[in-house]
């Protein structure tokens, strides 16, 4: 190969870009790719009770935070963010008081940005049944397949990221 092939070669490779990590010059998301990921949503109703801090707890691989920049400042990856406000949410109900009440709005206002951010398209059955004589409404949520990326490789992004001072970016 000669170095003029070389050279072209080099100029197709895509470059990361460089941020200097001032006045906003950042990356958007961590810098993983996540791949889009068909998922069958199942019933964990069973797992997922309201009172089940134990469940609630696990889906946290991480408190996930990732550092960047020379300044070594702190990002949360809005995953992690999203979760805690679902939790934080499901806390409040249970025991039907908050001693942040201001938390509880940004949380709802936080995932409302989220599942509209999401605009997932996945089509639901919906319909009409009998149960014990009498009729009730119903959404078939369980069992259908929805594209979603893949969490597992985040979660696992954060878990090799967790004991690194800095995640990404300039020393």
């Not at 964990?44 to 550092?67: E, P």
């Not at 201001?102 to 940005?113: A, D, K, P, S």
């Not at 149960?131 to 954060?158: M, P, S």
Request: overall charge negative; proline content about 4%; charged content about 25%.
């Amino acid at each position: 190969m000669t170095i003029r092939n070389i050279s072209r070669l080099e100029r197709m490779i895509p470059t990361l870009p460089e941020y200097s990590w001032r006045n906003g010059d950042r990356p958007n998301e961590a810098p993983i790719q996540l791949d889009a990921k068909s998922v069958v949503w199942e019933d964990v109703s069973d797992t997922f009770t309201l009172h089940n801090d134990t469940a609630w707890g696990s889906v946290f691989a991480t408190d996930g935070s990732v550092r960047g920049g020379s300044g070594n400042q702190t990002y949360l990856v809005s995953m992690i963010h999203q979760l805690h406000c679902l939790d934080l949410i499901r806390a409040a109900y249970v025991t039907k008081k908050t001693d942040f009440p201001g938390h509880v709005g940004h949380c709802m206002r936080y995932l409302l940005q989220a599942v509209l951010c999401n605009a997932d398209p996945t089509l639901e059955e919906e319909g009409w049944e009998m149960v014990d004589g009498k009729t009730v409404h119903y959404v078939r949520q369980w069992g259908v397949e929805h594209k979603c990326r893949d969490r597992n490789a985040l979660e696992k992004y954060l878990i090799e990221n967790e004991a690194k001072q800095e995640a990404f970016g300039p020393v």
